[in-house]
């Protein structure tokens, strides 16, 4: 028997209006990534209400939440590049977040079985998250940080990543 295989998208949630839950823009946006999405097996975001929209209009349905991919996130520094994230990972608050999202991401992903998860988290985190990863597979990971429903899309084999790619929406 082969190596288990998933793969687990995670992505930043859409576009909020007022008060918690999307815009109209932000519901049109992920309504036209669910179109091109594949069959999900687990999907899951974090308990913050523009996540979980966001992730029942992309996944089709709301399988849990995952408390992990809920960062402190006044915390969070916002920043333009994926690289000047990077540069956080000397600090060791951000360091241990950015292990905390690589871990609950192997959860999610382990959940999959031999299919696709989808998780929805938050700009910042998910950056962090994404270079300890590249970091251990020895790949570089540049660009624009994270705009609403960006992501990356990381494949494991027998529970630990084998690669990782930036993922964009549609625009």
Do not use: C, K, N
């Not at 008060?19 to 992920?30: D, M, N």
């Not at 950015?98 to 999959?112: D, M, T, Y």
């Amino acid at each position: 028997m082969g190596a288990h295989v998933a793969t687990l998208e995670i992505r930043r949630h859409a576009e909020r209006g007022a008060g918690a839950v999307l815009s109209p823009a932000g519901v049109r946006a992920a309504e036209a990534l669910a179109r091109g999405a594949p069959r999900y097996a687990v999907v899951t975001s974090s308990p913050l209400p523009r996540a979980m929209e966001t992730a029942r209009l992309v996944g089709g349905r709301l399988d849990g939440t995952e408390p992990a991919l809920l960062p402190d996130l006044a915390q969070l520094v916002q920043l333009r590049t994926i690289e000047e994230h990077a540069s956080l990972l000397g600090e060791a608050r951000e360091r241990e977040l950015a292990r905390e999202q690589a871990a609950a991401w192997a959860r999610i992903a382990g959940a999959a079985g031999r299919g696709h998860a989808l998780a929805i988290g938050h700009g910042g985190a998910i950056e962090l998250g994404a270079l300890v990863v590249a970091r251990a597979l020895g790949t570089a990971l540049s660009g624009p940080a994270l705009s609403f429903l960006d992501g990356f899309r990381v494949r494991y084999e027998s529970d630990r990543p084998v690669a990782i790619e930036v993922v964009r929406a549609p625009r």
